[in-house]
């Protein structure tokens, strides 16, 4: 029987559920990629994602071929390529894995659909996160989990009866369906294509995400975490890209922290702990996403509905510049466009600063980070920014809104992270780094910088902004109509 393997965000043949519940099934295998032509041409402000997909893509046809196997690419819709790919060949089965951001558009369900009115066998596996999401209205603990404090130790106690994760599929129906594989389309050649430069592309391949994985929890991982107060990219395992693509599976990195801890040394248990949590986020925003499908449009606090954000274009459009006046700020958004990378600290100080400083609405953010981070993955992206407005069950406090002159000082003491990224305040000594419209005319022109014109003065005066935001949050959280 011939089997046709759907990869989408599962870029890899180690322990990929779908696929290896194809070559259960099947005598002959095939995998497929279906990509938007237009898009792939024209990305917008994602091309430095589509950059690393291609390497990604790439990198998965040489592991292919390697084992005789064959990934063709197709363009279009799904839902006209694989009824027509399946008549082709002659295939009887289809398999992908679920993708949450694509049940909840219902996309999956119609491809579904054109397949079974074919007679083709649909199998659709989950394989996206650590554990399945569980259902919102029974669990088998008859818990419901609306915070992450209660989701947390049932997670923890569940990977416990994880399986080891599985290698590499058998070689035979590969190289079988290899055999007498259907044409594709040419793979595009980013090189060729009008993308961005991306000054620290990931090595692609699975092998080398597992050696990056190996490196962080075996090595830098501990260090790292006595440098979680700073924003440097030596304090993050950068993996989050590999895992958005599906090229590390997130149970093989809760495998590689379980072998850690067989064996732990001193600090171990807690550090290890600490980044199960970030793995545990990830399918706890699964679960609210599953519940709550409108996570990227509503918030789950309906008394929120009714706030009435300032959504100042001009604002908006000087946060994704980095040119707002807070240099943390600026530094942060900078890094975060030029490289879809920033870290978390990072990223929460730029989300909150967007939303209880300028206070523009927070589905805004969710819009242009999707579009610039390498690792954009909905549900984790929704769910972040639901908790950061306040308006999510696991939310932070309304009033808890992060200073970024502060928050710059904790994270960056001596401006090196702001120099790196705003080059123009690079003359300006660290006692004038996060605020520099405190530098004296005389000094300023005495480093041949105006601040107003080299580099903008703040646009808000935060302590004003701080006070009639958290008045409206206190109204909305009341019940009553907001001081808008």
């Avoid at 579904?112 to 083709?120: D, F, M, P, Q, S």
């Avoid at 599985?166 to 590969?174: D, M, Q, S, V």
């Avoid at 790292?224 to 895992?243: A, K, M, P, Y």
Wanted: glycine residues 8%.
């Amino acid at each position: 029987m011939r089997v046709i393997h759907w990869f989408r965000r599962d870029l890899r043949l180690q322990d990929n559920t779908a696929l290896d519940y194809a070559c259960s099934i099947g005598k002959e295998i095939i995998g497929v990629v279906i990509l938007n032509e237009e898009f792939i041409k024209n990305p917008g402000k994602s091309g430095l994602r589509m950059r690393v997909l291609l390497g990604y893509l790439n990198a998965l046809r040489e592991s292919m071929l390697v084992r005789g196997g064959a990934l063709i690419l197709r363009y279009g819709d799904p839902r006209e390529v694989l009824p027509q790919l399946t008549d082709e060949w002659n295939a009887k089965w289809v398999t992908w894995n679920a993708d949450i951001e694509h049940v909840v558009g219902q996309r999956d369900q119609r491809v579904r659909i054109a397949l079974e009115n074919k007679g083709v066998h649909v199998g659709i596996l989950q394989d996206r996160y650590v554990l399945p999401p569980l259902k919102s209205d029974k669990t088998k603990d008859k818990e419901k989990f609306e915070s992450f404090e209660t989701f947390w130790p049932s997670w923890r106690r569940r990977i416990g009866n994880l399986s080891v994760p599985k290698e590499y599929p058998p070689e035979e129906p590969l190289q079988r369906g290899a055999a007498n594989s259907p044409g594709g389309d040419e793979f595009p050649n980013p090189n060729q294509l009008n993308y961005p430069e991306l000054q620290s592309l990931p090595k692609p391949g699975e092998e080398a995400a597992i050696l990056r994985l190996k490196a962080w929890v075996f090595g830098a991982m501990q260090e790292s975490f006595s440098l979680r107060s700073h924003v440097d990219e030596h304090t993050t395992s950068r993996i989050s890209t590999d895992l958005r693509f599906g090229v590390l599976s997130p149970r093989q990195c809760v495998h590689m922290v379980k072998t850690l801890l067989q064996d732990p040394g001193e600090g171990d248990v807690e550090v290890a702990n600490e980044w199960l949590k970030g793995l545990a986020y990830r399918d706890y925003y699964v679960h609210l996403a599953q519940q709550f499908p409108e996570i990227s449009s509503k918030p789950y606090l309906k008394e929120y509905e009714e706030l009435n954000w300032d959504n100042n274009p001009i604002h908006l459009l000087a946060w994704k510049e980095g040119k707002t006046g807070f240099p943390f700020i600026d530094a942060a958004m900078r890094e975060s466009r030029l490289l879809g990378f920033s870290s978390y600290r990072a990223r929460v100080a730029a989300a909150t600063f967007l939303v209880k400083v300028l206070f523009i609405n927070w589905t805004k953010g969710i819009e242009y980070f999707s579009s610039i981070f390498l690792d954009s993955d909905m549900a984790l992206n929704a769910g972040n920014w639901q908790r950061i407005a306040s308006v999510g069950p696991d939310a932070d406090p309304y009033w808890k809104a992060v200073d970024p002159v502060i928050e710059g000082k904790e994270c960056d003491p001596d401006g090196e992270y702001i120099k790196k990224w705003i080059p123009e305040l690079a003359p300006v000594s660290a006692k004038y780094i996060h605020e520099p419209w405190l530098l004296p005319l005389r000094e300023q022109k005495g480093l041949r910088i105006n601040i107003g014109q080299d580099y903008p003065a703040p646009i808000v005066n935060f302590a004003k902004q701080r006070e009639q935001i958290m008045l409206k949050y206190r109204v909305a959280s009341l019940g009553g109509i907001n001081g808008g």
